[in-house]
């Protein structure tokens, strides 16, 4: 059996992990025992009060043999929404980088940005050869307003200051630009809204190789349908910008769990460092 202290620290661990950073009352609050009973009486026999005698459950595996197998349903493309069309419109009138920014400040499109603290957009040169995309700001980007700042955050930068780059060289971005709530996952809906914003960046940083940090920042800009581990270390084509070379690798979050898996990544980096010589004419 735990100790208590110890079972009081696996449910602090827990909340943080679902995303709880504050407390709002100084003592506990049974908000189910508040909730009113219906006024209309139940029917005749029934009491809710009542223990009901059931079948305990069993391990004995069910027969499923008369069931058809499932069917897998095609993948859907999501419509675009109003909002999609008015980020769509407005990511196209922005003549520089410091202007999209300033649209973004404004724009309401994105359902995230009521929960997040502030937008996260990028960090980095707006003149470099090489453009690095993530997947979503986290709790440190979200307070600071920049991209990768956090423990994954400084795990790249140190990764990049190793083959010789530094924040003059790279720009950095993500997918979405605010915060999802306790770090999930975005939907493909905000991921939707956020692309056109994602794409105009591309156009107006012009960068020669681009970098996808993870598998969902280079799932939904080229297209693939491969697991991360086969896209890595590869020349992908980026659909809409012919010319601009780019490669996916491993997200720094997921090497910090995994830290055996930081030789690939080393390896991906150096194909990026050569192709970055050879386009400069050092090889």
């Given at each position: 059996?735990?100790?208590?202290?110890?079972?009081?620290?696996?449910?602090?661990?827990?909340?943080?992990?679902?995303?709880?950073?504050?407390?709002?009352?100084?003592?506990?609050?049974?908000?189910?025992?508040?909730?009113?009973?219906?006024?209309?009486?139940?029917?005749?026999?029934?009491?809710?009060?009542?223990?009901?005698?059931?079948?305990?459950?069993?391990?004995?595996?069910?027969?499923?043999?008369?069931?058809?197998?499932?069917?897998?349903?095609?993948?859907?493309?999501?419509?675009?929404?109003?909002?999609?069309?008015?980020?769509?419109?407005?990511?196209?009138?922005?003549?520089?980088?410091?202007?999209?920014?300033?649209?973004?400040?404004?724009?309401?499109?994105?359902?995230?940005?009521?929960?997040?603290?502030?937008?996260?957009?990028?960090?980095?040169?707006?003149?470099?050869?090489?453009?690095?995309?993530?997947?979503?700001?986290?709790?440190?980007?979200?307070?600071?307003?920049?991209?990768?700042?956090?423990?994954?955050?400084?795990?790249?930068?140190?990764?990049?200051?190793?083959?010789?780059?530094?924040?003059?060289?790279?720009?950095?971005?993500?997918?979405?630009?605010?915060?999802?709530?306790?770090?999930?996952?975005?939907?493909?809906?905000?991921?939707?809204?956020?692309?056109?914003?994602?794409?105009?960046?591309?156009?107006?940083?012009?960068?020669?190789?681009?970098?996808?940090?993870?598998?969902?920042?280079?799932?939904?800009?080229?297209?693939?349908?491969?697991?991360?581990?086969?896209l890595r270390g590869k020349w992908l084509e980026l659909p809409g910008h012919?010319?601009?070379?780019?490669?996916?690798?491993?997200?720094?979050?997921?090497?910090?769990?995994?830290?055996?898996?930081?030789?690939?990544?080393?390896?991906?980096?150096?194909?990026?460092?050569?192709?970055?010589?050879?386009?400069?004419?050092?090889?």
């Open positions: 059996m735990r100790a208590p202290s110890e079972n009081a620290e696996i449910l602090l661990e827990w909340y943080r992990a679902m995303g709880v950073d504050e407390t709002i009352a100084d003592e506990t609050r049974d908000w189910l025992s508040e909730i009113p009973r219906a006024e209309q009486p139940l029917p005749k026999g029934i009491d809710v009060d009542a223990n009901v005698n059931r079948k305990p459950l069993t391990r004995e595996r069910a027969d499923l043999t008369h069931l058809a197998a499932p069917t897998r349903a095609a993948p859907v493309e999501l419509p675009a929404s109003n909002d999609v069309m008015a980020a769509r419109e407005l990511a196209r009138s922005a003549k520089s980088l410091e202007e999209l920014r300033a649209l973004l400040e404004s724009f309401e499109g994105c359902g995230l940005k009521a929960t997040a603290s502030r937008l996260c957009l990028s960090r980095g040169s707006p003149s470099a050869p090489l453009m690095l995309i993530g997947e979503a700001p986290g709790k440190d980007e979200d307070r600071l307003g920049q991209p990768f700042v956090g423990r994954a955050g400084q795990l790249l930068d140190r990764m990049l200051a190793a083959i010789g780059l530094t924040e003059a060289d790279f720009y950095i971005t993500n997918i979405v630009f605010w915060r999802p709530p306790g770090n999930r996952t975005p939907s493909p809906e905000e991921v939707l809204v956020c692309q056109p914003f994602v794409e105009r960046q591309i156009e107006l940083l012009a960068p020669r190789i681009v970098v996808f940090l993870g598998n969902a920042a280079a799932r939904q800009l080229t297209g693939a349908t491969e697991g991360i581990m086969k012919p010319g601009v070379r780019a490669m996916a690798t491993l997200h720094p979050a997921y090497l910090l769990r995994t830290p055996i898996a930081k030789r690939l990544a080393w390896r991906d980096l150096l194909a990026v460092r050569a192709a970055l010589d050879a386009l400069d004419g050092r090889s």
